[in-house]
């Protein structure tokens, strides 16, 4: 299947604990992104990576860092999780920073901090 | 700022009304303005984009820049229009950022 995926689909976890999401997209695109769903489902962009590079950088805290290790791979580290991180995260991809450029979606990561 | 405001946050109608969901933006440049859906435990995909001007499931939507509105929709719903529905507006800079609005939940019955 040709698709962006993400893992886990559910994560649980107590405040303070560190965990990782992990986003691989097979679609031979540049440009991967990370979005947060909040309880409102509000969806905010949180980061792009185009070719292993940063581009977009939103006001994040910096208990999140995404690594990119290859284009086709775009995966969120968060530390001392807190609360309000809960959220459902999305990761996506583009062909790149062009104009009309569809993005494709993952199936999101509800995390649940505790 | 950019911004994309959507007024509802549920819409309920039956099937065979007409719809319409709508969408207002701000923005200071030539707008780039897309549509997209979640349907129930599906994961969020495009609908349509002004730039093609194009119909997709029945569904259109105008750029109307002396209003700054992109408004979806629908001369007759069906049920299987019942979805999470997110106007986005491209933002700018470098990059390829999506500025979502906040969603409007449609909900057709029958």
């Known amino acids: 299947d040709t698709a962006v995926s993400q893992t886990p689909k559910y994560l649980v976890t107590q405040m303070g604990n560190d965990k990782s999401i992990k986003c691989e997209q097979n679609?031979?695109?540049?440009?991967m992104y990370w979005y947060k769903q909040d309880s409102k489902k509000f969806l905010k962009i949180m980061f792009s990576?185009?070719?292993?590079?940063?581009?977009i950088n939103e006001t994040v805290p910096n208990r999140f860092s995404p690594k990119s290790p290859d284009k086709a791979h775009l995966n969120l580290h968060i530390n001392s999780l807190e609360l309000g991180d809960s959220a459902v995260y999305f990761c996506?991809?583009?062909?790149?920073?062009?104009?009309?450029?569809?993005?494709?979606f993952g199936p999101g990561t509800r995390l649940t901090v505790l | 700022a950019q911004r994309v405001t959507q007024p509802e946050k549920l819409l309920s109608v039956f099937k065979g009304a007409p719809v319409e969901l709508k969408c207002n933006y701000s923005?200071?440049?030539?707008?780039?303005l897309f549509w997209y859906v979640q349907y129930s435990r599906q994961r969020l995909q495009l609908l349509l984009r002004?730039?093609s001007r194009e119909s997709i499931k029945g569904f259109t939507a105008d750029l109307n820049k002396g209003e700054t509105s992109f408004h979806l929709k629908k001369p007759f719903a069906q049920e299987e229009d019942s979805a999470m529905y997110y106007c986005?507006?491209?933002?700018?800079?470098?990059?390829?950022?999506?500025?979502f609005g906040t969603g409007t939940r449609l909900q057709v019955f029958p």
């Open positions: 986005a507006l491209r933002g700018p800079g470098g990059g390829d950022k999506l500025i």
């Open positions: 923005y200071s440049g030539s707008p780039e």
């Open positions: 990576y185009n070719n292993k590079e940063l581009i």
């Open positions: 002004h730039i």
């Open positions: 996506a991809s583009s062909h790149g920073p062009q104009n009309y450029n569809e993005q494709f």
């Open positions: 679609l031979g695109h540049d440009t």
